[in-house]
């Protein structure tokens, strides 16, 4: 399975952007899916993830101002991001479920500054 994420760049305090993550390759069943993200620094960290069903879980610094959707037609899953703080900078990571193996995909830089 391979994952391609986009959707990162630079934006202003308050500003948005939308994430996108797709998965292909070999793909039978996909499971969980989900966003991490790394500051320089830091540990990886959970954003946000979504069941097959829909059921979300997000990181208490997240809630309220970001929105995690999954396409399942297109296996692909989205990280709508508002009100960007410039603590959100990070390198951001998605990660799908398939068979109980966790892949990884290469990450898309979100920069949060005037």
């Known amino acids: 399975v391979q994952l391609q994420a986009s959707g990162g760049g630079l934006v202003q305090p308050g500003g948005s952007l939308r994430l996108s993550c797709a998965a292909s390759g070999s793909i039978f069943s996909i499971g969980s899916m989900g966003w991490y993200r790394q500051a320089p620094g830091k540990q990886r960290e959970l954003v946000a993830t979504?069941?097959?069903?829909?059921?979300?879980n997000y990181a208490d610094s997240v809630k309220g101002r970001f929105t995690i959707s999954r396409d399942n037609a297109k296996n692909t899953v989205y990280l709508q991001m508002n009100s960007l703080k410039p603590e959100d900078a990070a390198v951001y990571y998605c990660?799908?479920?398939?068979?109980?193996?966790?892949?990884w995909g290469q990450g898309t830089l979100v920069t949060v500054s005037s």
């Open positions: 990660r799908v479920f398939q068979r109980g193996y966790g892949y």
């Open positions: 979504i069941t097959t069903g829909g059921s979300t």
